[in-house]
């Protein structure tokens, strides 16, 4: 049955990519309800088309990816006085390319979770799997009994394509760990009691999994705080996630005694998007406007309203020069509380923001 789905999927991609024919996404699935979910995106004005199949399958870009080559293996053992038991994931031989190596890798996620939990009672193995077009994440998790029971999560990340580990930063395409600080750490501020006593930790080796339009980051059951009980996650809608680049020759120094950057507040939020931009020349005034939020600028005054009513104080006073207005460059982390930046070694900025 197996080899007749993926035949028919390999006939109806070859007629969607190669033919003018124009067949819709529901006519599909009514046409094939048992082989394959159709989940369809816009980007960039064109319709994207992605089949997945409900554990069957994974199509994207003409290949068929088969979603049942990870199967499970049952743990029941004794190992130093622990108990250790449930179910872990396990790569077919049939996925192909590196299957052994991400195997190897999966094991050494086990034994390090069971050398964690040497001094408990017991521990038992659950695990998921989530898909985006190329990456698959296999999420582990592992149930401790002890005097105090808590689950701990990690995670594998692979290339559907070649069998290649990920890390986030492969998988992104850029380096989240700043942007993702800022939104913990916004939420920590937000609900004080309830991350009471937080502590920190290390995103760069959090364990996380990826869907076409979500990125989930997860921690250990109390990781962050004992007042947060199962697995804590860091959840962002991708599409939220915007950036803006701006090269060294984009920006100038203020003369205030310090080297402050100044960057062009139009080009930043042209290149965010969603934003509003308006120059008032008779006020020499001006407006930014998202959503609700409407914030008001003047050259050479050190402060902006935000909605109408709050004045706050700026690092630097904005500058008008040459047609362009520049702000300082943490003007953004005091507007929009989920915004960072990072300089590169070449002195280039690169702004990151989530927008909801």
């Not at 994974?58 to 622990?82: H, M, V, Y």
């Not at 009471?196 to 080796?205: E, I, V």
Request: net charge negative; aromatic share 10%.
């Amino acid at each position: 049955m197996r080899m007749f789905n993926q035949l028919v999927l390999s006939v109806v991609a070859l007629c969607i990519f190669s033919s003018p024919l124009m067949i819709s996404a529901s006519t599909l699935q009514y046409i094939f309800p048992a082989v394959f979910q159709v989940d369809t995106e816009e980007t960039n004005g064109e319709l994207d088309v992605l089949f997945i199949g409900p554990e069957e399958s994974i199509f994207e870009n003409g290949f068929i990816w088969e979603a049942d080559f990870i199967t499970e293996r049952a743990l029941t053992r004794r190992q130093e006085g622990l108990d250790v038991r449930g179910y872990v994931p396990v790569i077919d031989s049939s996925f192909g390319v590196n299957y052994e190596l991400l195997n190897e890798r999966i094991m050494s996620v086990v034994d390090e979770l069971i050398g964690e939990a040497s001094r408990a009672r017991s521990i038992t193995f659950s695990h998921s799997v989530y898909y985006s077009s190329y990456i698959a994440s296999v999420v582990i998790q592992a149930h401790v009994s002890s005097a105090i029971a808590r689950t701990l999560v990690r995670s594998v990340n692979f290339d559907l394509r070649t069998g290649t580990a990920r890390s986030l930063q492969d998988v992104m395409g850029m380096d989240i760990l700043p942007l993702t600080e800022v939104i913990l750490n916004d939420r920590v501020r937000r609900d004080p009691e309830r991350y009471y006593a937080a502590r920190s930790a290390n995103l760069m080796t959090q364990p996380f999994y990826i869907t076409n339009n979500h990125l989930v980051i997860l921690f250990d059951e109390f990781q962050l705080s004992t007042r947060i009980g199962g697995i804590g996650t860091i959840e962002l809608n991708i599409g939220q996630i915007r950036t803006a680049h701006i090269e060294e020759d984009d920006y100038i120094m203020n003369e205030n005694g310090y080297s402050l950057k100044m960057v062009p507040i139009r080009s930043i939020l042209n290149q965010f998007g969603g934003f509003e931009f308006a120059w008032d020349a008779e006020n020499t005034a001006a407006t930014i406007m998202r959503g609700d939020m409407h914030i008001i600028i003047r050259p050479e005054i050190n402060e902006f309203v935000i909605d109408g009513i709050t004045i706050r104080q700026l690092e630097s006073a904005p500058l008008l020069v040459e047609g362009q207005i520049f702000v300082p460059i943490t003007f953004f982390d005091q507007v929009l509380p989920t915004t960072t930046y990072t300089i590169d070694n070449d002195g280039s900025i690169m702004f990151l923001s989530y927008l909801s």
